[in-house]
C-alpha cells in the first residue's frame, strides 16, 4: 500500500512555513445547484459570478460548489452530482459509475461515454472521446459546471448528453489559505489531504494532495491511490493572466466484477472466483498538463485558451489482461464579445478546439493475473476537431434570440500489428447548428427554449470488435434534441424546471458481453429520449427554529426513452435508466455552525435490464444522514451515514439483449453498498 499522506504531510509543512494572503470567503447558501440570474445572499463572489454567467444560457444548466460535498466522503461523480437532476451517477464500485444525463452512453457497461469530461475546459477523455472517471479528481474542484444536452457549445461539445467542467482553485478562489483534511470509517476506508492557496504579488498558487484507501463494500474491490494538483498563475492586470495546471495521479483499484440478480441482492458483498483467481484489477499512472492564458483585449473582447497533454500507464486484468499506453495532446481557443449591433445588446462567442492522441494496446490472455500469450496487439490514433459558434441578441430588453452551430471532424485510424489485414481508418464530418430564446423577467425569472443537433461518432470500442475484421460499419450517432424550461426564485422557494424531447438515429447500443470482450456495440434505428427535470429549494424556516433554518430539496427526474417502430423490439422501453428517480432532503442548519442533512434516494418502480422488456430490476429507497458541526472558526466534524436500513438494492446494471432467451449472460448487475458510517475533520486556516 502507499504511504497515506506521505504527500499530504510534506505539503502541510510548506504550508506552516508560508505566509497567509489570500482570503476566506462566506460559504453560505451555496450547496443550492441551481442555476438563476440573482445571487443568492452569502455566496462566495467565484460561485455567483459563475452562476450568473451560466444563466445566460438559453438551456439547462447546472453548477455544484465544492462547498455541496466537501462534508461527505465523496469518491467520484456518483457522490458529487446526486443532486443534480437530469444526471444519473450510480456506483459500480470505487469511483467507477455510470455517468449518464438524458441517456447518453445509455448501454455502456464499463467507463464512459456521451458526455464531454473536462477540467478547466481541457478534455479528459482520450481523443476517440472515451473517458474513463479514475483520471479525475473529486476533492481538486472549486465547482463543477453541468451542460446538459446540447448547451455544451461554449466547449464545441457535440455529444448527446453535454459537458462536466471540473474548475480548478487558484490561490485566489480558494476556500482558504490552508486546508488539512482527514476522513475515514466503514470498509477500512481512510483518507487524507492537503492544500495551500498564496497570493504573492502578481503571482498565485494553489496545490493540493490527497490520498485514500479502502477495502470496499464487495470483496476484491479494494482500492488504493494518491492525487495531487498544481495551478500556478500570473497576472498582467486585470483579467489578463497565463495558467499552469499539473495533476498527477497513482491508482490501483480491483475489480469485483457484476453478478446475477439474485446473487446482488441476497450476497451483495460477493464476488466470483473467476474475477478473484483472475486478480482483476484497474492499475493505472496518469499525469496531466495544460498550459492556459484568459486575456482581455479591450472592454468588449475577452480571449480565453491553452495547450494540454495527458500520459496513462494502464494495467487491467479482467478475463483478458490489457495494458495500455496512451498519450494524448491538444489545444484550444475561445473569444467572448459583447457589445451592441444595429442598436441591439449583443454578445457572441466562437473558437476551435483540437486534439489528438494514440494508443498502444496489447491484449493476453489471463492466466491468475499474469499475462499469458498475446492475442491482440494494436494501435489506435484518433483526432477531433471543433468548430463553434454562437450569438445571443437582445431583440428587447427582456428577449434574446440565440443562434449558433459547430462543425466537427474527427478520424480514426487503426493498425493491428498481429494482423495487418484488419488495419482500418474513417474520418466523420458533420455539422451541427442551434437555436433558442431566453426571456428574463426584472426580478431575474427565466424562460428558455432550445432545438440542438447533435452528433457523436462511434470510438474505437464500437468500431474495433473481434473477431469482425477491420472496423465494423458503425455510423455516426445523431440527435435532433427540443428543450423548453423555466428557472428562477421568488421569496424562499427556488426552481428550475426542464423538459426536453430528443429523436435519434444509430443510437450506439452495447450488448452482453461477446468473445471475452467487455461489450458488443451495434446502432438502433430510431429512439427517442424524453423527459422532465425538476430541482426545488424551498426554504420552509428562514430563522427561529432552534436557533437556524429549515430547507426542503427535492430533485425529480422523470425518463422515457424508448425505441421507435424497431424491426426487433418495436416500441420496447430502452433499459437501464429508470422511469423515475427522486432525491429528497431536508437541511436544517444554524447559526451555531451545526447541521443536520437527512435525504433519501428513491425509485419508486422497476427499470428494465433487457431490450426485449422481459426483465425488471426492482425499485427502491435508500435513506440516508448528513450531518457536521464547526467546532470553532476554520475546523468542521461531519458524519456520513448510508443506507441506514441496510438495504439489499441493485442500483447499477448492463444491458441485456433478451434476459428471456436461453443462454443469455444475466451476471451484469453491480449491487449497491451497504450500511455505512464514515465521520472526518477539516481544518481550515
Request: with cysteine; hydrophobic share 40%; proline share 4%.
Amino acid at each position: 500500500m502507499k504511504s497515506l499522506l506521505k504527500g499530504a504531510c510534506s505539503t502541510a509543512a510548506l504550508m506552516l512555513t508560508t505566509p497567509a494572503l489570500a482570503t476566506n470567503a462566506a460559504t453560505d447558501d451555496v450547496e443550492t445547484i441551481i442555476v438563476t440570474a440573482e445571487r443568492g445572499k452569502g455566496e462566495p463572489p467565484v460561485i455567483a459570478e459563475n452562476r450568473e454567467r451560466l444563466a445566460r444560457t438559453p438551456g439547462a444548466v447546472a453548477l455544484v460548489a465544492v462547498e455541496a460535498y466537501e462534508n461527505r466522503t465523496a469518491q467520484g461523480f456518483a457522490d458529487m452530482l446526486r443532486d443534480v437532476p437530469g444526471v444519473m451517477a450510480q456506483k459500480r464500485y470505487g469511483e467507477e459509475s455510470r455517468l449518464s444525463i438524458r441517456g447518453s452512453g445509455i448501454g455502456q457497461s464499463y467507463h464512459q461515454r456521451g458526455v464531454m469530461f473536462a477540467q478547466d475546459g481541457v478534455p479528459f477523455a482520450d481523443a476517440d472521446g472515451f473517458s474513463d472517471f479514475q483520471k479525475i479528481d473529486p476533492l481538486a474542484a472549486r465547482y463543477i459546471e453541468v451542460y446538459k444536452g446540447g448547451n455544451a457549445l461554449r466547449f464545441g461539445g457535440a455529444q448527446l448528453g453535454g459537458a462536466i467542467n471540473l474548475v480548478t482553485p487558484t490561490g485566489h478562489t480558494a476556500q482558504s489559505n490552508y486546508m488539512l483534511r482527514l476522513e475515514g470509517g466503514s470498509f477500512d476506508t481512510l483518507r487524507g489531504g492537503a492544500a495551500l492557496a498564496q497570493v504573492l504579488g502578481d503571482f498565485d498558487v494553489y496545490a493540493s494532495v490527497n490520498a485514500l484507501r479502502s477495502d470496499g463494500f464487495r470483496e476484491w474491490a479494494k482500492q488504493d491511490q494518491v492525487r495531487a494538483t498544481v495551478n500556478m498563475g500570473y497576472s498582467f492586470g486585470e483579467d489578463r493572466e497565463i495558467r499552469l495546471i499539473a495533476y498527477g495521479a497513482d491508482i490501483d483499484q480491483n475489480v469485483p466484477g457484476s453478478l446475477d440478480l439474485t446473487t446482488a441482492l441476497d450476497a451483495p458483498e460477493t464476488s466470483t472466483d473467476a474475477v478473484k483467481n483472475g486478480k482483476w484489477a484497474r492499475d493505472q499512472q496518469l499525469g496531466r498538463l495544460s498550459l492556459q492564458t484568459r486575456w482581455r483585449f479591450s472592454e468588449n473582447l475577452l480571449f480565453e485558451g491553452g495547450l494540454h497533454a495527458t500520459t496513462t500507464d494502464l494495467h487491467h486484468p479482467i478475463p483478458i489482461i490489457i495494458d495500455q499506453q496512451s498519450d494524448t495532446q491538444g489545444a484550444f481557443g475561445r473569444f467572448d464579445w459583447a457589445g451592441e449591433v444595429g442598436g441591439h445588446k449583443t454578445d457572441i462567442f466562437w473558437g476551435i478546439s483540437y486534439r489528438q492522441g494514440q494508443l498502444d494496446q496489447q491484449l493476453y490472455s489471463n492466466i491468475g493475473g499474469e499475462s499469458g500469450f498475446q492475442f491482440g496487439g494494436s494501435r489506435h490514433k484518433a483526432t477531433g476537431l471543433d468548430v463553434f459558434a454562437e450569438a445571443r441578441i437582445f431583440a428587447t430588453d427582456t428577449l434574446a434570440l440565440v443562434a449558433g452551430a459547430s462543425y466537427g471532424r474527427a478520424t480514426r485510424d487503426y493498425t493491428n500489428h498481429l494482423a495487418p489485414a484488419n488495419d482500418a481508418d474513417k474520418t466523420f464530418d458533420w455539422f451541427a447548428p442551434r437555436v433558442g430564446l431566453l426571456w428574463q423577467s426584472e426580478d431575474g425569472t427565466q424562460v428558455y427554449a432550445n432545438v440542438t443537433k447533435s452528433v457523436e461518432p462511434p470510438h474505437f470500442g464500437a468500431l474495433v470488435q473481434a473477431p469482425y475484421p477491420g472496423f465494423v460499419p458503425n455510423k455516426p450517432q445523431e440527435a435532433v434534441s427540443a428543450e423548453i424550461g423555466t428557472r428562477g426564485r421568488a421569496d424562499k422557494l427556488v426552481w428550475d424546471i426542464t423538459l426536453y424531447q430528443a429523436w435519434l438515429q444509430h443510437e450506439l447500443l452495447s450488448f452482453a458481453n461477446t468473445f471475452g470482450l467487455p461489450s458488443a456495440v451495434a446502432g438502433a434505428d430510431d429512439t427517442i429520449h424524453r423527459g422532465l427535470e425538476a430541482a426545488f429549494d424551498w426554504q420552509l424556516i428562514e430563522e427561529g427554529f432552534m436557533g437556524g433554518g429549515l430547507t426542503l430539496r427535492l430533485g425529480y427526474t422523470y425518463s422515457d426513452f424508448t425505441f421507435d417502430d424497431d424491426a426487433t423490439y418495436g416500441d420496447n422501453r430502452l433499459p437501464v435508466v429508470p422511469k423515475h428517480q427522486i432525491h429528497l432532503g431536508l437541511r436544517y442548519e444554524n447559526t451555531a455552525g451545526f447541521f443536520l442533512h437527512p435525504s433519501v434516494e428513491w425509485r419508486p418502480s422497476d427499470t428494465f435490464v433487457d431490450y426485449a422488456n422481459t426483465m425488471k430490476a426492482p425499485g427502491y429507497a435508500v435513506l440516508s444522514l448528513n450531518a457536521g458541526f464547526e467546532v470553532r472558526e476554520g475546523v468542521t466534524l461531519f458524519v456520513d451515514a448510508r443506507n441506514l436500513t441496510d438495504k439489499a438494492y441493485v442500483p447499477e446494471f448492463g444491458a441485456i439483449n433478451d434476459a428471456s432467451a436461453a443462454g443469455a449472460n444475466l451476471a451484469v448487475f453491480y449491487p449497491g453498498e451497504g450500511r455505512a458510517i464514515y465521520g472526518g475533520i477539516t481544518y481550515r486556516f
